[in-house]
């Protein structure tokens, strides 16, 4: 079955993305609101999420189950978005204009990877 470019590179960034966590877990770890317990460890849930859900995303059998991944992977992490906002720590000295574009892009991603979950 042939797959749309734009899903392979949604793949990629998503598999790129995740090894990231792995390469520089403390950037992550930052952007974790406190009130979640064990930072280091959900840095490695989501970072390994993102990598699997990359590669299944490019199985054409299991596209539509991936994309589902994402999207529950999306809204999972999305108090990490609010935090950064919140705090400027936690938000890398950006300014708050940034920040706040963050949130609306979290529901664009969404939507990228709902064209795929049918």
């Known amino acids: 079955m042939y797959l749309p470019w734009h899903l392979y590179l949604m793949a990629f960034l998503y598999i790129v993305a995740g090894i990231n966590h792995f390469r520089s877990?403390?950037?992550?770890?930052?952007?974790i609101p406190p009130y979640f317990s064990n930072p280091r460890l959900l840095n490695i849930f989501s970072g390994a999420a993102e990598i699997i859900l990359g590669i299944l995303l490019a199985l054409p059998f299991l596209t539509h189950f991936a994309a589902w991944g994402i999207i529950a992977l999306l809204i999972a992490v999305f108090p990490a978005n609010l935090f950064m906002y919140q705090n400027?720590?936690?938000?890398?000295?950006?300014?708050?204009?940034?920040?706040?574009?963050?949130?609306?892009?979290?529901?664009?991603?969404?939507?990228?990877?709902?064209?795929?979950?049918?």
């Open 25 to 31: 877990p403390e950037m992550y770890i930052k952007i």
């Open 88 to 118: 400027k720590k936690a938000g890398f000295g950006l300014p708050k204009w940034i920040l706040l574009l963050r949130m609306p892009l979290q529901l664009l991603l969404i939507l990228w990877a709902y064209q795929y979950t049918f």
